[in-house]
């Protein structure tokens, strides 16, 4: 059991760890490899560097720093987070973990999968997470629109409640080394979604029209809003809301960085980070 697992190992996550660590926590970070960082070609505005810096460079010197001080970390996706009786299940796609505190930093949302009709179904068919909204369909055609771990994790969860579930993978392929396996998959491109007053089919580029009654979009990583979601944390605007203390709604949960809203800036995802590591510090040791 870890006293606290972070998400996210951009500069909020690994700030955030450099301060648990120093007050003698049992810490994790787990992050897949990709950052906000890495598509910042150049950093100028950032304190103390002359010469600008490669975004690329200073995410792999984040990691350095963290490694050079100890910190365990672990490259992964991480698929579902779950309570458990003594605080959180931390899911990935190729372990699992329990911790007493978690960290989400894991950058900005940026979840939509921007096919034709996903707007005006919001909430009428479409939605985000097959733990919550799952039930609504049972025993009906439910598709999972994604190509990766986490589209395949959300359709193994919808296939509690109904034996249609297909993924479409939107012209995409599924990873080929996947940890789940699923029967039914589309691999065509998504024309549009259909409907009248809800969601009554999919329409292929090809014209192929597939009759579904549920579709939940699970493009690319879980993000801030779908954990959230899941948790029952609030959020505002696709932000996480955060007190103070860098405290969540939901006892042992906090956030940090770009997740959170506000300047989306590397100054403030470290000043958040140290914020939040000193929190949890003070709140697991009572000082
Ligand atoms: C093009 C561009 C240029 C920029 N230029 C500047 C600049 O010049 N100066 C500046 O100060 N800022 C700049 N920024 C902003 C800066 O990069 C961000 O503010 C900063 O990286 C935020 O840090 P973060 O730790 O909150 O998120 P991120 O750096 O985005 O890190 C998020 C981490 O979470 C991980 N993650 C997400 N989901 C999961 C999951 N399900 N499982 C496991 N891991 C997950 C990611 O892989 C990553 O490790 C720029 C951003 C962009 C996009």
């Known amino acids: 059991m870890y006293d606290c697992i972070i998400i996210g190992k951009g ?19 787990i992050g897949k490899d990709g950052t906000a960082l ?17 975004g690329e460079e200073l995410y792999k010197r984040g990691l350095k720093q963290a490694e050079n001080q100890g910190i365990e970390l672990k490259n992964d996706e991480v698929i579902d987070i779950e309570y458990d009786n003594n605080g959180f299940l931390i899911k ?39 733990i919550c909204d799952g039930y609504f369909f049972k025993n009906k055609n439910i598709a999972v629109i994604g190509d990766g771990e986490y589209a395949l994790h959300e359709a ?12 479409f993978t939107n012209g995409n392929k599924l990873p080929e080394n996947r940890s789940i396996e699923i029967k039914n998959v589309v691999e065509g491109k998504i024309d549009s979604i259909r409907g009248n007053n809800k969601v009554e089919s999919i329409e292929l580029e090809n014209k192929e029209k ?24 609030f959020i505002k605007d696709n932000n996480i809301i955060i007190n103070n203390n860098m405290e969540t709604n939901v006892p042992g949960i906090y956030a940090a960085g770009d997740c959170t809203g506000g300047l989306l800036q590397i100054s403030k995802a470290i000043y958040e980070g140290a914020k939040c590591g000193l929190s949890i510090a003070k709140n697991l040791k009572n000082i």
């Open 38 to 54: 890495k598509k910042a070609s150049k950093i100028e505005n950032y304190y103390g560097f002359i010469e600008p810096i490669f």
């Open 210 to 233: 597939i009759p579904i009654d549920g579709i939940f979009i699970a493009q690319g990583i879980a993000s801030s809003i779908d954990f959230a979601k899941k948790l029952g944390i």
């Open 92 to 130: 990935t796609v190729n372990s699992e973990y329990e911790t007493k505190t978690i960290v989400l930093a894991i950058g900005k949302s940026r979840k939509t999968s921007n096919i034709n009709g996903e707007d005006k179904f919001i909430g009428r068919g479409i939605s985000y997470c097959a």
């Open 156 to 167: 193994e969860i919808l296939k509690r409640v109904s034996n249609n579930v297909t993924i």
């Open 11 to 29: 500069p909020a996550g690994i700030s955030t760890a450099i301060y648990i660590s120093r007050s003698n926590l049992k810490c994790l970070v």
